[in-house]
Protein backbone atom coordinates (compact mmCIF):
# COMPACT_ATOMS: atom_id res chain seq x y z
CA UNK A 1 0.00 0.00 0.00
CA UNK A 2 3.09 2.33 0.92
CA UNK A 3 3.90 2.38 -2.97
CA UNK A 4 0.77 2.52 -4.10
CA UNK A 5 0.28 6.03 -2.29
CA UNK A 6 3.95 7.12 -3.09
CA UNK A 7 2.69 6.40 -7.05
CA UNK A 8 -0.04 8.06 -6.46
CA UNK A 9 1.36 11.41 -4.86
CA UNK A 10 3.41 11.69 -7.11
CA UNK A 11 0.59 11.32 -10.02
CA UNK A 12 -1.68 14.19 -8.30
CA UNK A 13 1.84 16.46 -8.46
CA UNK A 14 2.59 15.94 -12.37
CA UNK A 15 -1.39 15.54 -13.31
CA UNK A 16 -1.69 19.33 -11.88
CA UNK A 17 1.80 20.79 -13.28
CA UNK A 18 1.25 19.36 -16.59
CA UNK A 19 -2.97 20.44 -16.32
CA UNK A 20 -1.90 24.00 -15.71
CA UNK A 21 0.80 23.92 -18.04
CA UNK A 22 -2.37 23.47 -20.30
CA UNK A 23 -3.78 27.28 -19.34
CA UNK A 24 -2.05 30.17 -21.00
CA UNK A 25 -4.67 32.64 -20.04
CA UNK A 26 -4.53 31.90 -16.29
CA UNK A 27 -1.09 30.35 -15.45
CA UNK A 28 1.42 32.25 -18.21
CA UNK A 29 4.65 31.25 -16.54
CA UNK A 30 3.78 27.55 -16.44
CA UNK A 31 1.74 27.57 -19.89
CA UNK A 32 4.83 28.90 -21.48
CA UNK A 33 7.03 26.03 -20.28
CA UNK A 34 4.20 23.95 -21.31
CA UNK A 35 4.79 24.86 -25.02
CA UNK A 36 7.86 24.74 -24.42
CA UNK A 37 8.44 21.05 -23.68
CA UNK A 38 5.09 20.32 -26.66
CA UNK A 39 1.98 20.44 -24.54
CA UNK A 40 0.36 23.53 -26.31
CA UNK A 41 -2.08 21.67 -28.27
CA UNK A 42 -3.48 21.19 -24.76
CA UNK A 43 -4.63 24.83 -24.84
CA UNK A 44 -7.86 23.67 -26.77
CA UNK A 45 -9.13 22.28 -23.12
CA UNK A 46 -7.95 25.02 -20.49
CA UNK A 47 -11.65 25.26 -18.99
CA UNK A 48 -11.64 21.52 -18.44
CA UNK A 49 -8.28 21.31 -16.47
CA UNK A 50 -9.53 24.23 -14.19
CA UNK A 51 -12.90 23.53 -13.57
CA UNK A 52 -11.96 19.54 -13.57
CA UNK A 53 -8.57 18.04 -13.78
CA UNK A 54 -6.72 20.84 -11.16
CA UNK A 55 -9.01 19.67 -8.65
CA UNK A 56 -9.13 16.46 -9.20
CA UNK A 57 -5.41 15.80 -9.16
CA UNK A 58 -4.95 18.08 -6.32
CA UNK A 59 -7.49 15.60 -4.37
CA UNK A 60 -5.80 12.42 -5.80
CA UNK A 61 -3.03 13.91 -3.82
CA UNK A 62 -4.30 15.08 -0.74
CA UNK A 63 -6.06 11.24 -0.63
CA UNK A 64 -2.24 9.59 -1.39
CA UNK A 65 -0.87 11.95 1.64
CA UNK A 66 -3.93 10.01 3.81
CA UNK A 67 -2.94 6.95 2.62
CA UNK A 68 0.46 7.50 3.01
CA UNK A 69 0.23 8.54 6.45
CA UNK A 70 -2.22 5.29 7.87
CA UNK A 71 1.48 3.52 6.82
CA UNK A 72 3.94 5.57 8.68
CA UNK A 73 2.31 7.75 11.00
CA UNK A 74 4.43 10.49 10.39
CA UNK A 75 1.79 13.54 11.41
CA UNK A 76 4.74 16.57 10.27
CA UNK A 77 5.12 14.63 6.97
CA UNK A 78 1.71 14.50 6.58
CA UNK A 79 0.70 18.24 7.68
CA UNK A 80 3.75 19.19 5.17
CA UNK A 81 2.33 17.26 2.34
CA UNK A 82 -0.96 18.56 2.30
CA UNK A 83 0.11 21.83 2.22
CA UNK A 84 0.78 21.76 -1.86
CA UNK A 85 -2.40 20.08 -2.66
CA UNK A 86 -4.26 22.41 -0.56
CA UNK A 87 -3.09 25.57 -2.34
CA UNK A 88 -3.56 24.53 -5.97
CA UNK A 89 -7.45 23.53 -4.80
CA UNK A 90 -7.60 26.45 -3.39
CA UNK A 91 -6.40 28.33 -6.23
CA UNK A 92 -8.55 26.36 -8.75
CA UNK A 93 -11.47 27.04 -6.44
CA UNK A 94 -11.17 30.58 -6.25
CA UNK A 95 -10.59 31.12 -10.14
CA UNK A 96 -13.85 29.44 -11.04
CA UNK A 97 -16.11 30.76 -8.41
CA UNK A 98 -14.70 34.13 -7.61
CA UNK A 99 -13.19 34.75 -10.53
CA UNK A 100 -9.94 35.77 -8.59
CA UNK A 101 -6.41 34.54 -10.98
CA UNK A 102 -4.74 33.17 -8.15
CA UNK A 103 -1.73 32.13 -10.14
CA UNK A 104 0.91 32.52 -7.24
CA UNK A 105 -1.00 30.69 -5.28
CA UNK A 106 -0.60 28.02 -7.27
CA UNK A 107 2.47 28.15 -7.80
CA UNK A 108 3.44 27.89 -4.24
CA UNK A 109 1.03 25.21 -3.72
CA UNK A 110 3.46 23.24 -7.10
CA UNK A 111 6.57 24.19 -5.38
CA UNK A 112 5.38 22.88 -2.34
CA UNK A 113 3.94 19.62 -4.36
CA UNK A 114 7.67 19.24 -6.26
CA UNK A 115 9.85 19.47 -2.95
CA UNK A 116 7.29 16.81 -0.94
CA UNK A 117 7.66 14.57 -3.84
CA UNK A 118 11.25 15.10 -3.94
CA UNK A 119 11.64 14.98 0.17
CA UNK A 120 9.81 11.72 -0.34
CA UNK A 121 11.86 10.25 -3.16
CA UNK A 122 15.49 11.26 -0.86
CA UNK A 123 14.24 10.25 2.34
CA UNK A 124 11.19 7.27 2.49
CA UNK A 125 8.85 7.61 5.24
CA UNK A 126 9.46 4.88 7.84
CA UNK A 127 6.80 3.87 10.92
CA UNK A 128 8.25 5.60 14.03
CA UNK A 129 5.33 3.66 16.22
CA UNK A 130 6.34 0.68 16.75
CA UNK A 131 3.80 -0.18 19.63
CA UNK A 132 0.57 -2.46 18.30
CA UNK A 133 -1.86 -0.20 18.72
CA UNK A 134 -0.32 1.86 15.86
CA UNK A 135 -0.21 -1.38 13.59
CA UNK A 136 -2.33 -0.65 10.23
CA UNK A 137 -5.84 -1.93 10.45
CA UNK A 138 -5.88 -5.81 9.80
CA UNK A 139 -2.31 -6.36 11.03
CA UNK A 140 -1.50 -6.84 15.02
CA UNK A 141 2.24 -7.88 15.85
Not at 71 to 81: P, V
Amino acid sequence: MALTARIADKAGFLGTLVSAMGCASCFPALASLGAAVGLGFLTRWEGLFITTLIPLFALLAMVANAVSWRSHRQTHRLLLGLIGPFLVLAAALLMRFAHIRTAALLYVGLAFMLAMSVWDLVVPSNRHCVAPECAPPGKHG
